[in-house]
């Protein structure tokens, strides 16, 4: 490690909390995050695609996944790029000129904590408002809500394996929500 | 079955474990369980569930629970009680228990698991659809469980094939728009006395439904008439389900007294379970069919057309007997009465469709005069209703009697009690209607009928049913009730879950937090942030800790973390262009690399937000907010660039959290900033006042502001969030040789008042405009932006608006407190008279003024400086003298070092 | 609570949005050539109908989005929802 990644600290300092067989709750480590703007499907989006081999998929909730990228599909014109480096803002910037579109590193604007476990979906059920029925929030998509009133967007990954992006600033908050809504599965 | 211990008032008594805890005191032969709220009579066992209006107690052992129905407790070793009259007591601790809540979307809800209920959830599952079935009872089954049939186990045992979500114990208390409905479930008492620690004790279930289906079933009703409420008397049905089913003994004979064919299955059943049934007295002067002959058969007497007029008791107040007479169906009593001694009187007055969720949505019920009952309304096309909730009474051969009991004068009237909880009898009935009321609603709320915890359930139709009869009228005609949610009494901790303590709202801390705690600074809530208030050393008190900060900051150097401001990362051609339209100010010219302050205001004219905003880029700026303000100004800017301006290509991400920021301020900030960025030229000409550099501080990539919110040669020292707490401690240890102090929000906001800076929410409350705050300044003359048309308003325009001053207290150390209010000299005296002109919004002990000071809003303010004005605190009053909104250095020579 | 049909994401809870008012209210063209009067209703006046209200909501914890929906202001049910600037659909009946 580098002398600035030792400088970083995360905000549940890595915490893990649980077992994999019932629930687990993880903080995972930053990765880099790029959120772009663009007019889907215009020139400049296109460009974009191509510097990163994605695609932007069309509708809010769908996801792109590529062996460097997990896109999340925040909004109409939005979507979350995780698993840049800090070379791909420029290398954007640099493809796609003069063309209207916003990239912005927010890396450390969100704390990522991962769900997972046999009762990952009831632990997730006691504060998310939302479908977290697997025939209708199935593996592969995301959402953005609110999770005990805190801003997150859920990502359902492999199934029954959630990640969970929540503002920086809510992550102790949402985690104190977490174990306390993880006691009566632990021994489960 | 097993047999468990209770105790109730003080005594131990055994049961069966799941029954009803009612069921186990009758059967311990406690027919008199309470006495009653108001006339202390003696009062027991009327009902078997929710609808139970008398035999409350209070539950002492585990997390216990004021006022609960003794019908709805399941008896379970170790259970402790007492009865109640009326009015629970709250327990003294904390209750340790937890409670949760749960959020479910479903194709199909089924509300009810009687056998309607069950029927319809099979249907649905079976069709491939997702279903949750729920129900208040202990077991599935509703009335056929009652009448101890068996359900068929196929039928459960489809439910679970299915996956269907299948919970007893769980009742229904609200449906609310778009077919949402909130559930308690009662998931722990039944399986223990004591406070389970790892689970739920109640579960609060939100669930969002695309089609519900209300199998709720119906309720009993009582019949009137004078001393009615004797313990012994109860709902036929539920004296026969606790004498066949539940085998309670107690009773040695019965009289059942009815209006339809429900009373004869009842009679039945009593007789059956060994209790000798001596009369059925029917309202009814014809009845046929098969149930008559059958009871004929076993021996019981049927007395038609006639009721119960009257009963006695023994010396423990429990019935004794009851007098029978012969009775027209307006009530009047036209025979002569008959005596029969009995110590159980089963009362089946009629049968009331549970109609209570289906009216929260403002549908009232319909009058159906077949089954003398208010029956569902016309639902939506997506909630259904079946069984007995729907008016299905299959079992019918003989229609009921539309009759509710007899109306007496008098002392009887006064004996005659139509809510039992709640005292209220037919004299309160006569007495509201002789006062001129005919609306039932206003009834209810005259003679409190309804309005206990049962709210009504098994006296609603009757108080209907009988205002009619006395003011000749259809009971639809007397208007129906208005029920509200929720449907049963729920403990509020239910409904909290685990929104408590720390959880009750999310707590934002930013990424120096734990340096904040370690430095035992005392916090500030502003929204929902945590912001260190003021760091005291030692035994500092709070007055003292803030003099100290404000004088590092006006001396040497002190350090603020700023990282809660709003931020929002602004992109694309039309950025400038954009924000000119935003703020009061311009922004398209703006340098790159260079800050501005700006100001924004609503289409009012009126003060909305503030905050710096740099230009990064030619076509990229980063806007910072107040720290309340983020989300607000975030959800402004898109409303504007979504619905007003879509043709400018501009986009905004909030990156609040991206970033962190330290302040640090003081004249020796360059000195400490040099020693932190040694390969930064921090001198004056190399890095100006309102500009930025990116350089490395303390070994981490940064954006460094020159910026000041004190008036002090400042620097706003900005890194990714993760780098926080790594500058934070690098700035205090590489400052230490500059006597640094570390600030909270109270030092920020003396040195800014000090300069005669505003804040916006402390200074402002929605209703000034920039002019008022003396910012005309900001204010261009060059273009349109959002709220400039409102500058030349007839009101904003006028004069004598209330304007930002400086108030100076004769006596340098009076504090005045925030939010005073400002009277004209002398007139503090005037009692009742006084002159309002304006109001204390910021005060202050300062340190570099020596003295205190205070910003305020004054009717024409400005032109009154150098006037006194007081200011009433308590009994006194202070003497203030108007000034200047700037105190402290009003040449701005502070501001470079 | 409301279920609200965000053109983008579909059917969302109510805690989701946030409130904006009457739909189809711009803002003027020129401010300046404006009575107070006019101004003022520009700013201050709203319909406040009985039965179907066209307004606006923002889905501002989803996808940031502002649009346009029909409600009946007596039983909250909701009629259709349509993004800005496209065609309103009409009235529910």
Not at chain 2, 221 to 233: A, E, Q, S, T
Not at chain 2, 414 to 431: E, G, H, M, T
Not at chain 2, 795 to 817: F, I, S, Y
Not at chain 2, 872 to 878: D, E, F, L, M
């Amino acid at each position: 490690m580098d002398n600035l990644t030792q400088a970083r600290r995360s905000p549940l300092n890595n915490s893990t909390l649980g077992n994999k067989k019932s629930i687990y709750l993880a903080e995972k480590p930053f990765a880099t995050t790029l959120e772009i703007r663009v007019k889907p499907n215009s020139v400049t989006a296109k460009k974009i695609e191509k510097v990163l081999k994605i695609k932007f998929p069309n509708q809010v909730g769908q996801t792109f996944k590529s062996k460097d990228f997990t896109v999340l599909t925040l909004g109409s014109d939005w979507w979350m790029v995780v698993g840049a480096n800090k070379n791909h803002e420029s290398k954007i910037r640099a493809a796609i000129g003069n063309g209207f579109a916003s990239i912005v590193d927010s890396s450390a604007q969100r704390t990522f904590v991962e769900v997972s476990g046999k009762y990952a979906q009831e632990v997730l059920e006691h504060g998310w408002e939302n479908n977290l029925d697997p025939k209708v929030f199935k593996s592969g998509m995301c959402a953005q809500g609110v999770l005990s009133r805190s801003p997150v967007i859920i990502y359902h990954g492999p199934v029954g394996v959630y990640h969970l992006y929540v503002r920086a600033s809510f992550a102790q908050h949402l985690w104190n929500f977490l174990s306390d809504a993880a006691v009566e599965y632990l021994k489960k | 079955m097993s047999t468990v211990q209770f105790t109730f008032d003080g005594v131990t008594y055994h049961g069966n474990k799941g029954e009803p805890l009612s069921a186990a005191l009758l059967r311990n032969g406690i027919k008199v369980v309470t006495e009653s709220s108001y006339r202390y009579r003696p009062r027991g066992v009327i009902g078997l569930g929710y609808e139970e209006p008398c035999a409350l107690v209070q539950i002492d052992s585990g997390s216990g629970e004021p006022m609960v129905p003794a019908t709805r407790i399941e008896l379970v070793d170790g259970l402790v009680v007492r009865s109640l009259a009326g009015v629970g007591d709250l327990p003294n601790q904390i209750d340790k228990a937890r409670y949760d809540k749960t959020f479910k979307h479903v194709d199909v809800l089924v509300i009810g698991a009687g056998l309607s209920g069950l029927k319809a959830a099979q249907k649905a599952a079976n069709s491939g659809k997702s279903v949750i079935i729920l129900d208040d009872q202990f077991q599935p089954g509703g009335y056929v469980s009652d009448l101890n049939e068996k359900i068929d186990s196929k039928l459960i045992n489809s439910l679970k094939k299915n996956n269907v979500t299948h919970l007893q114990r769980t009742t229904a208390i609200g449906l609310y728009d778009q077919n949402y409905v909130v559930a308690i479930e009662r998931r722990t008492d039944h399986l223990s006395s004591e406070i389970l620690p790892e689970m739920s004790r109640m579960r609060t279930w939100h669930i969002r439904a695309k089609e519900i289906i209300l199998a709720t079933g119906a309720f009993q009703r009582v019949l009137v008439f004078p001393n009615n409420d004797r313990p012994g008397i109860m709902l036929s049905h539920a004296a026969a389900t606790y004498l066949h089913k539940y085998r309670v003994g107690t009773f040695k004979t019965g009289v059942v007294v009815t209006v339809d064919d429900f009373g004869y299955q009842d009679a039945i059943r009593i007789h059956k379970s060994g209790v000798k049934v001596q009369a059925i007295v029917d309202i009814r002067k014809k009845v046929t069919g098969k149930l008559l002959d059958q009871v004929r058969k076993l021996g019981i007497e049927v007395i038609l057309g006639a009721t119960i007029v009257d009963s006695t008791a023994d010396q423990s107040g429990s019935l004794n007997s009851v007098l029978v007479a012969e009775t027209n169906l307006n009530g009047q009593i036209t025979g002569t009465r008959r005596e029969i001694k009995t110590d159980l009187l089963a009362v089946s007055g009629g049968w009331t469709p549970t109609v209570h969720l289906a009216t929260y949505l403002n549908l009232k019920p319909i009058w159906d005069k077949k089954v003398a009952a208010f029956v569902m309304p016309k639902l939506p096309k997506n909630i259904k209703a079946t069984g007995f909730a729907n008016g299905e009474f299959d079992k019918v051969t003989n229609p009921p009697a539309l009759f509710f009991g007899i109306i007496p004068e008098g002392e009887d009237a006064k004996v005659s009690f139509i809510d039992l909880q709640r005292d209220a009898n037919v004299r309160d009935l006569r007495r509201a209607v002789g006062a001129g009321l005919t609306s039932v609603e206003h009834i209810k709320r005259y003679t409190t009928i309804g309005t206990a915890h049962d709210q009504g359930k098994t006296s609603g139709t009757t108080t209907m049913g009988l205002l009619g009869q006395l003011i000749k009228k259809e009971p639809h005609e007397v208007g129906t009730l208005t029920f509200r949610p929720p449907y049963i009494g729920v403990p509020f901790s239910a409904l909290a879950g685990r929104d408590l303590g720390i959880l009750s709202d999310p707590i934002r801390t930013t990424p120096i937090h734990s340096s904040h705690l370690l430095a035992k600074a005392p916090m500030e809530d502003v929204g929902q942030w945590k912001r260190p208030w003021y760091f005291p050393i030692e035994k500092e008190n709070m007055h003292d800790s803030v003099l100290r900060e404000c004088k590092a900051a006006r001396e040497d150097v002190a350090v603020m973390d700023a990282s809660t401001l709003g931020k929002i990362d602004i992109q694309g051609p039309d950025a400038g262009i954009f924000l000119d339209r935003i703020y009061t100010n311009m922004f398209s010219s703006l340098k790159v690399g260079s800050s501005r302050y700006g100001l924004m205001c609503g289409v009012d004219g009126m003060v909305f937000d503030d905050g710096v905003t740099t230009r990064i880029a030619e076509d990229r700026f980063l806007m910072t907010t107040t720290t309340g303000g983020a989300a607000k100004v975030l959800d402004w800017l898109e409303e504007w660039l979504q619905t007003e301006w879509p043709e400018l290509n501009v986009y905004c991400t909030s990156v609040t959290e991206h970033w962190s920021t330290v302040a640090i301020v003081g004249p020796k900030s360059r000195n400490l900033l040099a020693k932190l960025a040694p390969n930064l030229d921090v001198s004056n000409e190399a890095f100006p006042f309102m500009e930025n550099r990116y350089a490395e501080v303390a070994g981490i990539p940064a954006r460094i502001a020159r910026i000041s919110f004190s008036g002090e040669l400042a620097y706003e020292i900005n890194i990714e969030a993760w780098y926080g707490l790594h500058i934070w401690q690098e700035v205090m240890k590489k400052g230490r040789e500059f006597n640094i102090a570390a600030y909270g929000t109270e030092t920020m906001h003396v040195l800014r008042a000090e300069k005669g800076f505003v804040i916006v929410g402390q200074e402002t409350d929605g209703t000034q405009t920039p002019q008022d705050l003396g910012m005309d300044w900001i204010v261009s003359k060059k273009k349109d932006f959002i709220g400039k048309r409102s500058f030349s308003r007839t009101d904003t325009a006028r004069e004598g608006r209330h304007q930002l001053v400086g108030l100076l207290p004769l006596d340098n150390k009076t504090l005045l407190p925030e939010g005073s209010y400002i009277v004209n000299e002398g007139d503090s005296k005037n009692e009742g008279k006084l002159s309002h002109i304006g109001y204390v919004t910021s005060s202050y002990s300062s340190s570099a003024l020596s003295r205190t000071f205070a910003l305020a809003m004054i009717a024409d303010g400005r032109n009154r400086i150098g006037k006194f004005v007081e200011v009433p605190i308590g009994n006194s009053v202070a003497r203030v003298k108007i000034v200047d909104s700037v105190f402290f250095d009003k040449e701005n020579t502070r501001r470079d070092g | 609570m409301l279920l609200i049909n965000c053109p983008w994401c579909g059917p969302r809870d109510e805690t989701e949005f946030h409130y904006g008012s009457e739909a189809h209210i711009g803002y003027p063209e020129k401010p300046e050539e404006l009575t107070d009067k006019q101004w003022a209703e520009y700013i201050f006046y709203r319909n406040n109908p009985k039965g179907w209200f066209a307004e606006r909501w923002v889905h501002n914890v989803g996808c940031r989005r502002w649009f346009n929906i029909w409600r009946n202001t007596v039983n909250h049910e909701f009629g259709p929802s349509y993004k800005p600037f496209t065609k309103q659909p009409s009235r529910p009946k």
